[in-house]
């Protein structure tokens, strides 16, 4: 393809030079991790603080063919002073004319005008240039270079020699270096020279030695000048010629590039020689020439840059010897930006923030051929950063007026643009073509472009492809383990570098520049499942509107994202959950199954006591072929109370069975057995409750007696202790001679259990016996009865002294009763009877037989007032059995007493029967 450098440098010097040249291709090998900032001291004194915004396009145009600061063409070059983002324009407002001297010579009329970043005209300057020869398009105003530390901005006016002479006769050389003040006074840019009608002149063609004929002291074909901030130093590039030869060809031996320093008062500092001819060595097989030299850096460090098949980094100290270096080298591959070689300088610029601009191509996808742009490469390392511009006319060259980003009406024009950074991350681009078009189709020729732009083509990726083994469907699965390689294509840009995040945890970055088409390495998903896979572009087409491209000084490489789902096949992923409903015989086991996107063809659980399981049961429901997870359950009955049980999933598709782990039930145990016992130590308003609890081997929670004058209870009081087996409760502020009801209540995890309702009645409160009668006169005439027939007998209420008796091994049992003091005797029996209903039985296996309230022995008594006696029973047989299978009794013990008037009562109370202890003979 005829790249649009190819035919600058064909129409401007391709006849001179002796060859045909074609463009340079800029491509960075490398992702910029960041942009190395080399700041200028000199240059941020009074530069803008940059501003955060978005996307990066064309912001404004000025200085067209028409109205004031209108430009002649051809316009020659283009600079401007990053302190406040002026800008400097040189055209040409009167074609050249002959000189008034004898011998031929010719007059150029030059003008020199300031604008502002917005085009505004701030001020001018003319001048005139006298050069010996005929007119000639060879002569050139060769670059503008703005020294903002000494507030001057430079020329340099390329002549030809002398036709006589013996050396390099009409040769360009470097012949006359002008200077300017950057302030501007009464509108005029005044002289900053030593010479010329307005002092403009700093170092004329003696100083400069154009026209010498001593060999090698012309500058010949000058291609860019540049300052140095750090010295003040101007720096021309040009060439040498030692050999002498007629005509200047660079190719001979003795001719050598080299970079001349001249000094702010115009006197002539030291001239860098590229003696081993690196700038003449092609670098890709390509012959070009070196142009556009800039400088980076701080002062001891700064270094020259040159515009070379990439960039060629010169050595600082211009008295070395040592030999250039290539800092970039470009790969000339099918990228969609070009550099460009220029016949002269303008081709490259450095901005304070150390980023390094230049004219570029880009192949815009629109259009057939490549349209004009600028591209931003990394001071430190050359990578690129990004690119702006490439934008072609929308319909005709009559709406340019309209169009954004367009840098020049048609590809392969006469005059290329040039290019100027400003300072916060904008540029300038001078585009002389504009000015050539017929007037009614006249544009700006200055166009301005900076973050926050509009109009530039904007990238877009395509969708994620994959392939493994073939190309996978959106959808389609993949085996676990199977390697996949992702891919995608950039449209209207390059991919300066590729991260790939697949969804599993795992991420590859590919920082080698891929142009246009994206491929991430071989990648192996080794679970099953559905994964996203993300790619981030890293774009070099910085009009991106919705991100940031410049900030805090250093641009940023804007991204690009898109994604793509895989499914990834497997055997089913399983999870066994815990239990749910467990009872004392059954339970709700539960799972998830995710199918991994294949049918699952069988489910169940495998459960048993240990964890060699022994008994399945099957899903409810297959859970089919989604590719998320779906909960899964089964019911299972006939469990053991309180027993522990093993389980897990089990799940199968034509991928595989995969079992889950291992997890445990423990069913619920029974609820405890409850008896609830008789009453002891039952007083006036107090008494103890008996009863007996199984926990069934559970845990007993709760163990309360209730208790209250009905059926209803209505109070309760806790057991003294959670039980073994037998339990008790004290009850207190009872009512006397109250009948009360009770049962004993315990409760663990398996459910809460009450026993049978039982009665006590408390004691009744003894009544005080009456005082005896006053004696009374007995009136005449009235019989007097004797005391004893006026009084009421005393009930006669035989008491028990003890309620805890002793059985002798024979069964003797001996019984204190007392009689109440105003009795004259208690005459009774004693019977004692057991307190629940037992069997006969002597032994336990006999205990299914039929149970009945048993009599365990009688007598009688006869107990003097005020005193107490012992009362001898004697156990039945039954008794004695009884006793010695359980070691004691709880009895009641029925008295029925009478006086010797007749008048009975009976009272009823507990006792307690024990076997005596018995003792062994020492031997």
């Known amino acids: 393809m005829d790249r649009l450098g190819g035919s600058w440098i064909d129409r401007e010097r391709g ?78 407002p009167e074609p050249e004319e002959p000189g008034e001297s004898l011998t031929p010579e010719v007059v150029r009329h030059f003008r020199l005008q300031k604008f502002s970043e917005t085009g505004t005209l701030l001020a001018s300057a003319t001048f005139t240039d006298t050069a010996p020869g005929e007119p000639s398009e060879e002569r050139a105003i060769e670059g503008i270079a703005v020294d903002p530390a000494l507030k001057r901005v430079y020329l340099l006016a390329v002549d030809l020699r002398k036709e006589s002479l013996t050396h390099d006769a009409n ?41 010498s004929d001593t060999k090698g002291k012309a500058l010949l074909e000058p291609a860019g000048i540049t300052v140095d901030p750090a010295t ?155 690119w702006t511009g490439g934008q072609a006319a929308a319909v005709s060259l009559e709406h340019n007026e309209e169009d954004k980003c367009v840098l020049a009406p048609i590809s392969g024009t006469e005059s290329p643009p040039l290019v100027a950074a400003g300072s916060g991350g904008k540029l ?27 109009g530039c083509p904007q990238a877009s990726a395509s969708a994620i492809a994959a392939e493994a083994e073939g ?59 559905e994964y996203t896979v993300t790619e981030t572009i890293y774009s070099d087409d910085l009009a991106a509107p919705a991100q940031v491209v410049f900030s805090a000084g250093a641009f940023t490489t804007p991204t690009l994202t898109t994604t793509r789902t895989v499914l990834v096949s497997g055997p089913p992923t ?26 699952v063809s069988e489910c169940h659980f495998v459960y048993g006591t240990t964890t060699s399981y022994g008994s399945s049961v099957p899903c409810g429901s297959l859970p089919g072929s989604d590719k998320n997870p779906v909960e899964v359950s089964a019911p299972v009955t006939g469990l053991s109370p309180n027993t522990t049980y093993h389980f897990r999933i089990v799940a199968t598709n034509t991928e595989g069975t995969r079992e889950g782990s291992d997890q445990t039930l423990t069913t ?99 009544t005080p016996a009456s005082p005896a009668p006053a004696q009374q006169e007995t009136p005449p005439g009235q019989a007097v009865l004797s005391s004893q027939e006026h009084k009421t007998a005393p009930v006669p209420d035989v008491e028990l002294v003890g309620t805890s008796l002793t059985a002798s091994a024979s069964g003797v049992v001996g019984v204190k009763v007392s009689c109440p003091a105003a009795e004259s005797t208690c005459t009774g029996t004693l019977t004692l009877r057991t307190l629940t209903a037992v069997s006969a039985g002597a032994t336990g296996h006999q205990s299914s037989r039929r149970k009945a309230i048993l009599a365990l022995s009688s007598g009688s008594f006869t107990v003097a007032a005020g005193h107490s006696t012992t009362v001898t029973l004697h156990l039945s047989a039954t008794a004695r059995k009884l006793l010695a299978r359980t070691h004691m009794l709880r009895a009641r013990a029925t008295i029925v007493a009478h006086d010797p008037a007749g008048a009975t009562h009976t009272t009823q109370t507990v006792v307690t029967i024990r076997a005596a202890k018995t003792h062994g003979r020492k031997g």
Request: charged fraction near 15%.
């Open 232 to 386: 003040g130093n101007i720096i021309i590039l040009a060439h040498e010629d030692h050999q002498g030869a007629a005509t200047d060809t660079v190719e001979n031996t003795e001719d050598h590039y080299v970079l001349q320093a001249v000094k702010s008062n115009g006197a002539l500092a030291e001239r860098y020689v590229d003696a081993t001819n690196f700038l003449k060595t092609p670098v890709t097989g390509v012959s070009y020439r070196p142009d556009s030299p800039i400088v980076l850096g701080p002062k001891a460090s700064e270094r020259v840059v040159v515009n070379y098949d990439g960039l060629v980094q010169m050595p600082a100290n211009f008295t070395s010897k040592e030999a250039p270096r290539a800092l970039f080298v470009e790969p000339h591959g099918e990228e969609v930006v070009s550099g460009a070689s220029m016949p002269h300088g303008g081709a490259l610029s450095a901005s304070p923030e150390g980023v390094i601009f230049g004219m570029a191509h880009i192949e815009n996808e629109t259009v057939s051929e490549p349209e004009s742009g600028v591209v931003m490469r990394s001071g430190s390392t050359g990578s690129e950063i990004g």
């Open 428 to 454: 300038f681009v001078l585009s002389p073509e504009f000015l050539a078009q017929p007037s009614t189709e006249v544009t700006k020729a200055v166009i301005e472009l900076g973050p926050g732009g509009t």
């Open 668 to 766: 619920l145990p029974n609820p405890p057995t409850v008896v609830t016992g008789s009453a002891s130590s039952v007083g006036q308003t107090s008494a103890t409750l008996e009863a007996t609890v199984n926990p069934e081997g559970g845990k007993v929670t709760e163990c309360t007696f209730e208790y209250g004058t009905s059926t209803s209870y209505g109070a309760s009081v806790s057991c003294s202790s959670l039980p073994g087996i037998a339990v008790s409760a004290t009850l207190g502020s009872l009512s006397p001679n109250t009948a009360y009801h009770y049962r004993i209540k315990a409760k663990n995890t398996g459910g809460t259990s009450y026993g049978s309702d039982q009665t006590l009645t408390t004691q009744a409160v003894p």
């Open 574 to 599: 399983v999870a066994t959950e815990a239990a749910s409903a467990v009872t004392q015989t059954s339970a709700s086991l539960k799972a998830t199954v995710n199918p991994n996107s294949v049918e």
């Open 15 to 92: 006849a001179r030079a002796g060859s045909r040249r074609t463009p340079s291709v800029w491509r960075a090998s490398l992702l910029v991790a960041g942009s190395c900032l080399f700041l200028f001291a000199a240059l941020l004194t009074s530069t803008a603080r940059a501003t955060t915004v978005t996307g990066y396009g064309e912001l404004t145009r000025f200085a067209g063919a028409t109205g004031v600061g209108a430009l002649i063409a051809p316009a020659r070059v283009l600079g401007v002073d990053p302190t406040d983002n002026s800008v400097y324009v040189l055209d040409e």
């Open 171 to 211: 040769a360009p050389v470097a012949s006359t270096l002008y200077a300017f003040s950057t302030v501007p006074s009464a509108g005029t840019l005044t002289g900053a020279g030593k010479e010329g009608e307005h002092k403009e002149v700093l170092a004329g063609p003696t100083a400069l030695g154009a026209q």
């Open 471 to 529: 190309l996978l469907e959106e959808g389609e699965l993949v085996a676990a383990g199977t390697s996949v390689t992702f891919s995608s294509h950039v449209a209207q840009a390059d991919a300066l570098a590729v991260r790939w995040s697949f969804g599993d945890g795992s991420e590859e970055t590919v920082s080698t520049d891929q142009y246009q088409t994206t491929t991430s390495r071989p990648h192996a998903f080794a679970s099953p499942g």
